[in-house]
């Protein structure tokens, strides 16, 4: 499979502002920071998770990242965005984005497979941190997570 440096960035930006919208949903400062690093390490880990996977290696692979093809943007929020709870339906139309890009390059177990590694991001997020002192409260997710997460799986239709 091929892709444009544009579909790529699309591809990428998708489960990283899945992400960000749930650590936004529910911000703390040290919380969101530990939430941050548990994004970045499933994304890091990535290619090697699903070796198999063109959308991923394509992606996330490391002669992926170091071919300089893709180009991440700042994603513009707004606060009142991450009241409305509007930025997880920014993120989930980011998703269904790239979903459209690969749909007609990828095969179906390899989209259903990228679907699973970007609600797994999700789930990594909503889990890394709990409320209370430095993240270390339970629950670890939250009601807005929670409601977030469900959200984005109905999106995914896993």
């Known amino acids: 499979m091929t892709y444009t440096s544009e579909e790529l960035s699309t591809i990428a930006e998708a489960p990283v502002m899945i992400g960000m919208a749930v650590a936004m949903v529910d911000l703390g400062i040290v919380s969101t920071a530990i939430e941050a690093a548990a994004m970045s390490k499933q994304i890091a880990g990535a290619a090697q998770k699903y070796p198999t ?12 990242i170091k071919s300089g093809q893709i180009k991440m943007e700042k994603p513009d929020i707004k606060p009142e965005d991450v009241q409305s709870g509007a930025v997880v339906d920014q993120a989930i139309t980011m998703v269904h984005q790239a979903l459209m890009i690969v749909e007609g390059k990828a ?35 939250s009601t807005e997570e929670a409601a977030a997460l469900s959200k984005i799986k109905a999106a995914l239709e896993i």
């Open 107 to 141: 095969t179906p177990a390899e989209v259903t497979e990228f679907k699973q590694f970007i609600y797994a991001c999700a789930d990594a997020v909503a889990n890394a941190a709990g409320s209370g002192l430095f993240g270390s409260g339970n629950p670890k997710v």
């Open 53 to 64: 996977n063109s959308i991923i290696q394509a992606a996330f692979s490391e002669a992926a």
